[in-house]
């Protein structure tokens, strides 16, 4: 990597600290040459405090450490993404991240949608809400509905209408999603499993 470590004069270059997996921000810190030769010489993710004024590795007095996964160098050569897996919180105010958030995965719309759906059921309004009222019939009538979405998603796989078969395929998804919740799980369970699965 060919690191513009001269455009600051203090010879640093800011290194914005992700999670590999979960892709979140966890920390800013700074490195110089020194910082980065031992961050991969080490392993564990190494910056120059501007506070004490020296190399330091992140964790070494805590044990919080944050193992290095990749290095990636921003279009201007100046700025390092560093994706790491970290060990226990990040921030040493103790928070997952230095921004006060805790480090979930989150899977996007998914997430927002499964949210949306225990709202719903926590909402216990069977009148107004079709989540509600399924989840009112028990676990048995929203497995049931799941099975009955699979089928038309298989129906509509067998014709040409593009329109009718993501719309069931959306169904699917939407009911699939119902069922982990009231088996007392989410879409990150299922993941991990296949994660697992990939690593045999």
Not at 84 to 109: I, L, M, Q, R
Request: glycine share 6%; net charge negative.
């Amino acid at each position: 990597m060919n690191i513009d470590f001269n455009k600051n004069s203090d010879g640093l270059v800011p290194a914005i600290i992700q999670d590999a997996t979960t892709k979140n921000v966890l920390m800013l810190g700074y490195m110089n040459k020194e910082a980065l030769e031992k961050t991969k010489e080490t392993g564990l993710v190494t910056f120059f405090s501007r506070t004490k004024n020296r190399i330091w590795t992140k964790g070494e007095e805590s044990g919080n450490v944050l193992n290095l996964v990749d290095i990636k160098l921003d279009c201007d050569n100046d700025t390092l993404l560093v994706q790491v897996s970290p060990k226990g919180p990040t921030c040493h105010k103790g928070s997952d991240t230095c921004w006060n958030e805790t480090n979930d995965a989150s899977y996007g719309f998914i997430s927002k949608l499964e949210e949306t759906i225990t709202s719903r059921i926590n909402s216990a309004d069977t009148d107004k809400s079709y989540v509600a009222s399924l989840f009112a019939k028990g676990i048995n009538k929203v497995a049931q509905k799941v099975g009955e979405e699979a089928v038309e998603v298989v129906i509509e796989a067998k014709d040409n209408n593009d329109e009718l078969f993501l719309e069931e395929s959306a169904d699917l998804l939407f009911h699939y999603l119902m069922l982990l919740q009231a088996k007392g799980f989410e879409i990150k369970d299922v993941i991990a499993v296949l994660e697992q699965r990939e690593k045999k």
